[in-house]
């Protein structure tokens, strides 16, 4: 494994497979966190996380500078593991940042990080069209996201129902 996206919808094993995938690979992992616990559920769902995670995982939280702590993070650890960008995604557009220039800079470092790297994302666009602008331009972002992580990663799986399937390589 290299660059490997997991993509697939909400509660559906997507970190779990790809924890599964790093934890097979030997020597330190790093986890970079992508979440901010603004309220009790989120930080429930961060605290599921790191239960699951053992002594071999050292953990970045990175909710914005996600190119500058892959980086980083690939220079201490042997794999590395981004949960997820869509968060990241979030966190650009509600922080009114630039998300084209973000997430060149995203691939740019998944292009140059030496280590196996696993990037975890959602896949939002297979429901209704959004009723408000917002909603319509998060879909296209997180669409747009996902497509230029895949034309970068060497793998692509999709997991739903704790099932993953196979995009890529075909």
């Known amino acids: 494994m290299k660059r490997l996206l997991v993509i697939g919808g909400a509660r559906s094993g997507k970190s779990r497979y790809a924890e599964e995938r790093l934890e097979a690979l030997p020597g330190r992992l790093g986890y970079i966190a992508t979440a901010q616990a603004h309220d009790d ?40 593991l981004v949960d997820c960008l869509t968060l990241w995604l979030t966190n650009l557009m509600l922080g009114e940042h630039c998300v084209g220039q973000g997430r060149m800079g995203l691939i740019d470092a998944i292009a140059a ?58």
């Open 113 to 170: 990080c030496q280590v196996p790297i696993a990037l975890i994302g959602n896949e939002v666009g297979l429901g209704i069209v959004p009723d408000n602008a917002l909603a319509r331009q998060f879909r296209d972002e997180a669409g747009l996201l996902n497509q230029a992580v895949a034309r970068v990663a060497d793998e692509v799986v999709m997991v739903a129902a704790g099932l993953p399937l196979r995009f890529k390589p075909v």
């Open 41 to 80: 559920e989120m930080t429930a769902r961060i605290d599921l996380h790191r239960a699951r995670r053992g002594e071999r995982w050292e953990t970045c939280e990175a909710p914005l500078e996600l190119s500058d702590a892959i980086a980083r993070m690939a220079s201490r650890c042997d794999a590395l």
